[in-house]
Nanobody, 116 residues
Framework: QVQLVESGGGLVQAGGSLRLSCAAS?????????MGWHRQAPGKQREFVAR???????DYADSVKGRFTISRDNAKKTVDLQMNSVKGEDTAIYYC?????????WGQGTQVTVSS
């Protein structure tokens, strides 16, 4: 069973930084084709934030380019999202996801709230 656990969410002031981490259980981490982050703000649909493939290809949503950085730590079996220069519109529940062949797995989400 694939289990993804997010951590690192919380309250941060606008302009500040926050780091999210997603841990995958067991050795399945190394079988994922890609991992990434999505977010869902109140009253909105879930949207793509960032993605990193097993080969290291990285993609970002235009809204976070230059502010967010996704990275992968094979030793810790985590995928992290460094969020800098956060804005009010970054307030959302952030979900980690992992792609394995044709399947997509999701974590439970972690709340990020940006205060002005």
């Amino acid at each position: 069973q694939v289990q993804l656990v997010e951590s690192g969410g919380g309250l941060v002031q606008a302009g500040g930084s926050l780091r999210l981490s997603c841990a995958a259980s067991g050795s399945i981490f190394f079988r994922f084709n890609a991992m990434g982050w999505h977010r869902q703000a109140p009253g909105k649909q879930r949207e793509f934030v960032a993605r990193i493939t097993s080969g290291g290809y990285i993609d970002y949503a235009d809204s976070v380019k230059g502010r967010f950085t996704i990275s992968r730590d094979n030793a810790k079996k985590t995928v992290d999202l460094q969020m800098n220069s956060v804005k009010g519109e970054d307030t959302a529940i952030y979900y980690c996801n992992a792609e394995l062949l044709s399947s997509n797995y999701w974590g439970q989400g972690t709340q990020v709230t940006v205060s002005s």
